[in-house]
């Protein structure tokens, strides 16, 4: 069984387009992460959320935002696609707010055109 | 803000010697450092968690150490296999005494272990 899922797994699209990644989580975890992965292989921090609290990376566009519809579910909806889009993006999640090992999605490799 | 320094983008070992990798860190001591295995077109998966106040961990044939005095880790893969071969992440929390925002990862050394 997948602990961390994402759909989709490749997406193509136009510059301009909004779009949205899906991400689930079966461990019962209580925090959720989004990362984007860019060309060169950084990893870097997005957002972080649980029921309580959204942190948000400051130098993420407002274009970016993330929607849970419960503590299982963290999607990613990205309004007005821009070429420097394209990346990998990777959910995470972990048992709670201060615990420290987190379990990667397979990624969504996003390529706008 | 963090800054992590892996040193060295790739590193070849031959099969069966001790693969050593280093991580440095440049600003405030973290609470915890960890490592995760990155294979091509997979999400990070996580190998070990050293803490502040802890200078050596191990599993298996991993082992990790932590010097909070020249603010660095070095990771070791002993009696390495070609299947070790991957890239190799250092992450630190992302903020001073850790928190909700997630985890500062270095660059990645990819290793490759030669038969």
């Known amino acids: 069984d997948t602990a961390v899922s994402q759909t989709p797994k490749y997406l193509v699209t136009q510059m301009g387009n909004d779009k949205s990644i899906k991400c689930e989580q079966n461990?019962?975890?209580?925090?959720m992460y989004w990362y984007k992965q860019d060309s060169k292989k950084f990893l870097k921090i997005m957002f972080s959320?649980?029921?309580?609290?959204?942190?948000i990376n400051e130098t993420v566009p407002n274009r970016f935002s993330p929607k849970s519809p419960d503590k299982a579910h963290l999607n990613l909806h990205i309004n007005s696609l821009e070429l420097g889009d394209s990346a990998v993006y990777f959910c995470?999640?972990?048992?709670?707010?201060?615990?420290?090992?987190?379990?990667f999605g397979p990624g969504t490799r996003l390529l706008v055109l | 803000s963090q800054k992590i320094e892996q040193n060295s983008e790739a590193l070849n070992i031959q099969e069966g010697k001790t693969a050593t990798l280093t991580c440095n860190y440049t600003?405030?001591?973290?609470?915890?450092l960890q490592w995760y295995r990155q294979d091509p077109g997979r999400g990070p998966v996580f190998l070990l968690l050293?803490?502040?106040?802890?200078k050596e961990k191990r599993k298996e044939r991993l082992k990790v150490t932590f010097d909070t005095t020249l603010k660095q880790s070095l990771f070791h893969i002993t009696a390495s296999q070609p299947a070790d071969s991957a890239t190799y992440l250092c992450?630190?929390?992302?903020?001073?005494?850790?928190?909700?925002?997630?985890?500062?990862f270095g660059k990645g050394t990819h290793l490759i272990i030669q038969p």
């Open positions: 995470a999640s972990s048992q709670d707010t201060f615990q420290e090992t987190q379990y």
């Open positions: 461990l019962g975890h209580d925090t």
């Open positions: 959320y649980n029921n309580k609290e959204l942190i």
């Open positions: 600003n405030y001591s973290p609470a915890y």
């Open positions: 050293i803490r502040e106040n802890e």
């Open positions: 992450a630190l929390d992302a903020r001073t005494g850790g928190g909700a925002d997630g985890l500062t």
